[in-house]
């Protein structure tokens, strides 16, 4: 995954509204969930070891878990439907305005194991109406370790390995809503060998199985930072 081009890219100020407005409580009883299946278009992300670019690992759990969500009662967003390119930005305000009580960045890699969960390292803060945009998920950043807690709960009873990281991502720092990268990575034995690439459609579905789970509890508690 090309973490250092995406966070460049980010860092554009001039693409970059100044501030971020805080979601809204929302009228339908409805849990929003979005789906950020990263990369697109010119933008073909790291490459799996089977040929696959990873943009079109990312659409494909994107569309797995869509479905999957969508068939336990949350309304679904996605970022995009197709192999198009977004602005950095985009990505931010689609989850933004849609009021997002949840929000997975979908990622893919041939490093490491399992899945590997991403929670933004900005430090909390108190919510507001308005929340500068480079750090809007400070008002958030505590819901989003309970997200992580929850998704790294069903992840492992899915007999899947997990790790958690605390990093600076600025895709996440600019959403306010509860959020989490999500990287897909090779599913290996004990000795090392890789037993499915993140582009087989069982290891996929066995993954998104285990996240619509994870959701589906985290949507039973306290939506409030």
Request: include cysteine; aromatic fraction near 4%.
């Amino acid at each position: 995954m090309r973490w250092i081009n995406w966070a460049l890219a980010w860092m554009a100020p001039a693409a970059l509204p100044l501030a971020a407005q805080a979601p809204q409580p929302v009228q339908s009883s409805r849990f929003v969930a979005v789906l950020d299946a990263a990369h697109g278009g010119q933008d073909s992300g790291g490459k799996i070891a089977s040929g696959q670019m990873e943009k079109a690992v990312t659409l494909a759990m994107s569309v797995r878990l869509r479905s999957l969500l969508g068939a336990r009662g949350m309304a679904v967003v996605t970022t995009r439907e197709s192999d198009q390119a977004l602005p950095p930005d985009r990505r931010a305000e689609i989850p933004n305005h849609a009021h997002a009580q949840a929000c997975l960045i979908l990622h893919a890699t041939e490093s490491g194991s399992g899945i590997h969960l991403f929670v933004s390292s900005i430090a909390p803060s108190q919510i507001a109406l308005f929340l500068p945009w480079k750090t809007a998920q400070s008002a958030w950043v505590t819901r989003s370790l309970s997200l992580a807690g929850t998704l790294n709960a069903a992840l492992l009873h899915a007999e899947l390995p997990v790790t958690i990281e605390r990093t600076f991502l600025p895709g996440l720092d600019s959403l306010a809503c509860p959020a989490v990268a999500i990287e897909v990575a090779p599913n290996r034995a004990k000795d090392g060998s890789v037993t499915a690439e993140p582009d087989d459609a069982a290891y996929q579905g066995k993954v998104a199985s285990a996240i619509a789970a994870g959701m589906l509890a985290f949507r039973s508690e306290k939506s409030e930072p």
